[in-house]
């Protein structure tokens, strides 16, 4: 039996070079995952261009709409539910996501972050790597917990930090690796390989 692609719903504020990553990916013939719902809390996010362009569902919620961030998390949950969402990937979400949310997607929730966790968590990690003056920085993509930059990673690539970088020299080679981690996370998921023992996500061999 051949399984139903895994549902995936993609919260986005900007760019979205990131969704545009898992769009190409998802649309391969045999990918294990399709973008159901793509949501962004900004107007005039580019990743809503992007979810257009690839004929993808996509809404802009306004948190203006809502009292407050409980609220606004439950409308967001509700629109991942109606779209049958199975799988949450924030990708450049600017918004920190509310306890309620982080619980209700528990173990289906995931992010990328451009450092190597648990280094410089946060803002402006590419920036908080060269004033610390590393010398190999790079990307992670794991599941969210309660805190920030926190929960269990699933994957990570490094990249050389050179002498002559830029904040922006240095994103630029760290997003090449985002672009090839985060569908790469999402494919091991719909394909049942990651489980979470503590802290650890164990990659299973493929079945
Ligand atoms: C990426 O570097 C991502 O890791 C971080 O925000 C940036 C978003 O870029 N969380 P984009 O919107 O995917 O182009």
Redesign the pocket.
Known sequence: MIDEPLRIGVL??????????VLDATARPGFPARVALVVSDRERA??LERAARAGVPARFISPKDFGDREAYDAAVSAALDTAGVELVC????MRIVGVAFVRRWSGRLM????SLLPAFPGLHPQRQALDHGVKVAG?TVHFVDEGVDTGPIILQASVPVLDADTEESL?ER??VE?HRLYPEAIRLFAERRLRVSGRRVILEARG
Do not use: F
């Open positions: 986005a504020s900007g760019r979205g070079s990131n969704l545009q990553a580019q990743a924030l990708a450049g979400y992010n990328i972050h451009p990307a994103s760290i997003l985002e």
